[in-house]
DNA sequence: CATCTATGTTGACACACATCGAACCAAGGC
DNA sequence: GCCTTGGTTCGATGTGTGTCAACATAGATG
């Protein structure tokens, strides 16, 4: 399975110019990663952890079954936004601090002048 | 002008706190409508526009058919990215700027120091 | 009114996805 | 070894979504 890899520079800012297919792609499979509320409480739960990461024991009362707490942190994963790391008996989980950067930077974009 | 208020007052930034279950609902709902590639296309064109504004002739080159385009806006209508308005034969779409301040105020937060 | 052009809507289809229970794996303690 | 706890993977199922062809609508123009 494909991961994404160079993350951090993925496209400019929306505002900038047309994306092309490339940088689309790119730009909505960030956005699809926080696109289901289970996946954004979980992102913001690891997020908001101290030390920015948690165990899934920490984080996984949202409300959907333990399985489907683990299909949501793979495919978070999957998206590169968090990092996944065993220590023992538990899985801790990090944010990935670039991401959230470049998605940030796509949509925090220095609106010209004359809007 | 409406000075900086909280038009939007969806969620507070993902690493504060875990998001409740409603302000997961709405950030989830926001980052859906930028979850498809043909959708980041459409907006960046419409946002990038000179004037902030586009025509949907200007912009439905985006590899899909024509009613799939018109899908698509209608998607980024409802989730409140983007305005329509008729003059005349053609239909213009101009972004929703409280919006965007919103998402990107969602993931560009104040990380803590000891990270 | 007739017609053409630009958009939007509807219906249908295939595919993807969220969810769950059950089975499975990995570490630690007995 | 066996058992318990934490976590992932598998299989199945219902729902959601992207897409297009066909049809509908709204203005402009003749």
Same mark, same amino acid.
């Given at each position: 399975?494909?991961?994404?890899?160079?993350?951090?520079?993925?496209?400019?800012?929306?505002?900038?110019?047309?994306?092309?297919?490339?940088?689309?792609?790119?730009?909505?499979?960030?956005?699809?990663?926080?696109?289901?509320? !289970?996946?954004? &409480?979980?992102?913001?739960? =690891?997020?908001? *952890?101290? /030390?920015?990461?948690?165990?899934?024991?920490?984080?996984? $009362?949202?409300?959907?079954?333990?399985?489907?707490?683990?299909?949501?942190?793979?495919?978070?994963?999957?998206?590169?936004?968090?990092?996944?790391?065993?220590?023992?008996?538990? !899985?801790?989980? &990090?944010?990935?601090?670039? =991401?959230?950067? *470049?998605? /940030?930077?796509?949509?925090?974009?220095?609106?010209?002048? $004359?809007?």
């Amino acid at each position: 399975m494909l991961e994404l890899e160079a993350v951090v520079p993925c496209c400019p800012p929306l505002t900038e110019r047309t994306l092309t297919a490339e940088e689309a792609e790119r730009a909505a499979a960030m956005f699809k990663a926080l696109s289901d509320p !289970v996946r954004v &409480r979980l992102f913001s739960a =690891v997020a908001s *952890a101290p /030390g920015g990461e948690a165990c899934v024991c920490d984080i996984s $009362d949202v409300g959907v079954s333990q399985p489907t707490v683990s299909h949501h942190l793979k495919k978070l994963k999957e998206a590169g936004l968090l990092v996944s790391e065993r220590r023992g008996t538990w !899985v801790y989980y &990090r944010v990935e601090p670039s =991401v959230l950067a *470049a998605m /940030g930077r796509l949509l925090m974009a220095p609106l010209p002048a $004359d809007r």
